[in-house]
């Protein structure tokens, strides 16, 4: 686990939500939106959502879902689950919420049929190991969903390079009091593998026996799927 990754997330917390809404000007919601579209769940389902954060993901499964089935939200940083409970906990008092690192998830094998990771896999020390780790919790024949950002081709990439160089870490800088937090999203994200090559590090787990990837936004962001193998 990378303590400085689990600090930074410790100390924006509390303004997370409101710098995410402000920053995509909404559009995370219909990112998160497409990755549960994709998930292709159905009432009854169990679904594991790690680095969830403030949440956002397992709570739209939750309603999406009529709170049929089995929710968990992980993540490895208290003060972010915290947020989570809090939002959750009048109206959405089943799901549940635990402290967990994404690469070694302490749940038995086979006990989910989705488990999905958003905008988190970027800042884990060992991406295959957080894809083998979350495979391994799925049932054969269940979804890994992975919701990430990429690089935006043309003809946005220069207005986007713009925008996330330099707008990005002031504008986030400002609300959360951490203008290096938002300069790391800027450069973890344009170092990232994008596109086919994630999809060969997902190849490269044996743990998924079918892999495809959908570019949002012009490829501001990626879902990826990996069908868990038998
Ligand atoms: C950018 S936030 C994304 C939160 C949420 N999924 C969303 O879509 O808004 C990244 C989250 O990943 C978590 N995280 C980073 N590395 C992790 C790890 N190895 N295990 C579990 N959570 C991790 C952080 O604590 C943080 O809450």
């Known amino acids: 686990m990378s303590k400085k990754i689990h600090d930074m997330f410790a100390q924006i917390a509390g303004t997370y939500d409101r710098t995410n809404s402000v920053l995509s000007l909404g559009i995370h919601h219909l990112w998160r939106n497409r990755l549960i579209k994709m998930s292709e769940t159905k009432p009854g389902d169990a679904i594991l959502d790690c680095a969830t954060g403030t949440g956002d993901v397992a709570i739209t499964f939750y309603k999406k879902n009529k709170g049929q089935g089995r929710i968990v939200g992980t993540d490895f940083c208290a003060p972010m689950l915290e947020l989570a409970e809090k939002k959750s906990k009048s109206n959405y008092p089943e799901i549940e919420w635990k402290i967990e690192d994404a690469q070694d998830l302490s749940f038995p094998d086979n006990t989910f049929d989705i488990a999905t990771i958003s905008f988190g896999i970027r800042n884990v020390d060992n991406t295959e190991d957080c894809l083998k780790s979350m495979a391994r919790v799925v049932k054969p024949g269940g979804k890994v ?24 870490p002031f504008v986030g800088g400002i609300i959360s009091g951490d203008r290096k937090a938002y300069k790391y999203l800027n450069t973890s994200s344009a170092q990232f593998p994008t596109g086919k090559k994630f999809i060969e590090l997902m190849e490269k787990t044996q743990a998924f026996s079918e892999v495809y990837f959908k570019s949002l936004t012009s490829g501001v962001c990626y879902i990826y799927v990996g069908k868990v193998a038998g």
Do not use: A, M
Request: hydrophobic share 45%.
């Open 145 to 168: 969903l992975i919701l990430e950002f990429g690089q935006p081709h043309w003809p946005i990439k220069p207005f986007f390079n713009l925008y996330s160089g330099y707008i990005l």
